[in-house]
């Protein structure tokens, strides 16, 4: 039973509704981090962040507290087996989208977005919020790496992702994305462009698919926001640009977002909490984006 693999957690914003179709699941998983490890421990500190914040969607209106949330809990990891971690992740998403929810994933180190996508169907498209590319061949001679997940993604999964807020990669990963003909908006575009050029610029990269799974790396915002992070990249974007990017991709552009994640997170590298507050934000947001669209899908 797919079930067993969870395990029980104090639930997001500490309102756990087993009716809501919104369902999170926390993935503690971090073995891979090359710098700075500890994204482990975010899931519980965002959900206790989210405990103390008002649940109200300022980008919706919408009072995610009269909602609440399908907390089904952290994923019972394998210690030193990344390839059963990510399996077992696999299994349980695949699970929940054949229950007809739309899943919110909170990390754990990047690599874990692999193991969601996995369980997603060819149409989804991938938009992937991040200051590095992650296309390495391997890293330390490991494939199942916060550093070459994307590889995997697009080898063996068949999507090419188009990044958003990218600005730092090796010469290895500039090579291979030239070759696969990889589409990125630098965290300098996206900073120096209007949210109307912009909602241009990724409808034009992602015309084929009107239905994404969005991944959020919070390395790729600038460190005076997000400083709790793994791989810290200075000059990165803002929180409040992309959210209103993607209330206008979603709500006036019909972009459907079938699932998010929100990884490398690090509790131990961040000042009075504010990372954590930060991502908790971020779920309540995208949730409410989420759900607002498939209530007009329903009407």
């Not at 992702?161 to 291979?176: D, N, Q, T």
């Not at 959210?243 to 000042?271: I, T, Y």
Request: aromatic share 8%; with cysteine.
């Amino acid at each position: 039973m797919w079930s067993k693999l969870l395990s029980e957690t104090r639930a997001f914003g500490c309102l756990r509704n087993p009716e809501s179709i919104i369902t999170i699941i926390g993935v503690p998983y971090d073995s891979s981090s090359s710098y700075r490890p500890g994204s482990r421990f975010a899931p519980q500190s965002i959900r206790d962040a989210a405990c103390n914040m008002e649940l109200n969607s300022m980008l919706t209106g919408i009072d995610l507290e009269s909602v609440g949330f399908n907390d089904i809990g952290d994923l019972a990891v394998a210690l030193g087996d990344g390839e059963k971690t990510l399996s077992m992740l696999t299994n349980v998403v695949s699970n929940v989208l054949s229950g007809k929810r739309v899943i919110s994933v909170i990390g754990g180190e990047h690599t874990i977005t692999y193991g969601v996508l996995r369980a997603f169907k060819e149409d989804t498209g991938y938009l992937v919020v991040d200051a590095h590319l992650d296309l390495r061949e391997d890293y330390l001679g490991y494939k199942y790496s916060h550093a070459s997940f994307n590889r995997l993604i697009i080898e063996e999964l068949g999507l090419h992702p188009l990044y958003i807020g990218v600005r730092a990669w090796s010469s290895e990963e500039s090579s291979y994305a030239n070759k696969r003909g990889l589409k990125a908006i630098s965290s300098e575009f996206f900073e120096d462009r209007s949210i109307s050029e912009l909602v241009n610029e990724v409808r034009q990269l992602i015309k084929s698919v009107d239905k994404v799974y969005l991944s959020i790396d919070f390395d790729a915002f600038d460190p005076s926001y997000a400083p709790g992070v793994g791989n810290p990249e200075p000059l990165g974007i803002t929180p409040r640009k992309l959210l209103r990017l993607l209330k206008e991709l979603v709500l006036s552009n019909g972009l459907e977002v079938a699932g998010f994640d929100v990884v490398e997170v690090n509790p131990l590298k961040d000042p009075s909490d504010i990372t954590s507050a930060l991502a908790a934000k971020m779920i309540v947001e995208m949730s409410s984006l989420e759900l607002i669209k498939l209530r007009k899908v329903s009407q």
